[in-house]
T-cell receptor
Framework: SQQGEEDPQALSIQEGENATMNCSYK?????LQWYRQNSGRGLVHLILIRSNEREKHSGRLRVTLDTSKKSSSLLITASRAADTASYFCASNSGGSNYKLTFGKGTLLTVNP | DTAVSQTPKYLVTQMGNDKSIKCEQNLGHDTMYWYKQDSKKFLKIMFS???????INETVPNRFSPKSPDKAHLNLHINSLELGDSAVYFC?????????????FGPGTRLTVL
């Protein structure tokens, strides 16, 4: 089985609502990252949380990390139509190669 | 100013052909990656080069051969293309050893094998 399983696979909300996406991973990590992918585009880094951190904020984004449960969540507050995209978590297990293992992603649709 | 660029953006070819995808980054990073994203959007690392040396080589058919002529370029050559190679291929780069391993992705190359 793979690292980084996102939940839910798809989420549809109204503009202004909050969106919460969850991610689980299998092995111990150095850090966990969240990326956004707009349709037909490359991935864009959103936020990184290290294994010794529990919560991190960046603008309307809030990420939590629970290493005991091997899970993370991404909260987008006051969502906008422009937030419509796929969101991926990616775990980094450390070591010298900085390999990222991506989950399958959550497709978020924000309806105007 | 494009940070990570890939060419071509679209590639349609017949089974059995050989094709190359090129990637260039102008961020001064020392590490570059190739990922494959399948039709279900699952993104999987294929290769990684650090300072022109291969550091990650996942279980990828040897029909795929990466080449890094310098730190700013990482090309992907695919021999004897198969239907299952159809996917979107993403190049990415990062700078190791700076306490962060944020990766910067190119726009992707959509490969369709007929």
């Amino acid at each position: 089985s793979q690292q980084g399983e996102e939940d839910p696979q798809a989420l549809s909300i109204q503009e202004g609502e909050n969106a919460t996406m969850n991610c689980s991973y299998k092995t111990s990590i150095n850090n966990l990252q969240w990326y956004r992918q707009n349709s037909g585009r490359g991935l864009v880094h959103l936020i990184l949380i290290r294994s010794n951190e529990r919560e991190k904020h960046s603008g309307r984004l809030r990420v939590t990390l629970d290493t005991s449960k091997k899970s993370s969540s991404l909260l987008i507050t006051a969502s906008r139509a422009a937030d419509t995209a796929s969101y991926f978590c990616a775990s980094n297990s450390g070591g010298s190669n900085y390999k990222l293992t991506f989950g399958k992603g959550t497709l978020l649709t924000v309806n105007p | 100013d494009t940070a990570v660029s890939q060419t071509p953006k679209y590639l349609v070819t017949q089974m059995g052909n050989d094709k190359s995808i090129k990637c260039e980054q102008n961020l001064g990073h020392d590490t570059m990656y190739w990922y494959k994203q399948d039709s279900k959007k699952f993104l999987k690392i294929m290769f990684s080069y650090n300072n022109k040396e291969l550091i990650i080589n996942e279980t990828v058919p040897n029909r795929f051969s990466p080449k890094s002529p310098d730190k700013a370029h990482l090309n992907l050559h695919i021999n004897s293309l198969e239907l299952g190679d159809s996917a979107v291929y993403f190049c990415a780069s990062s700078q190791l050893g700076q306490g962060t391993d944020t990766q910067y992705f190119g726009p992707g190359t959509r490969l369709t094998v007929l």
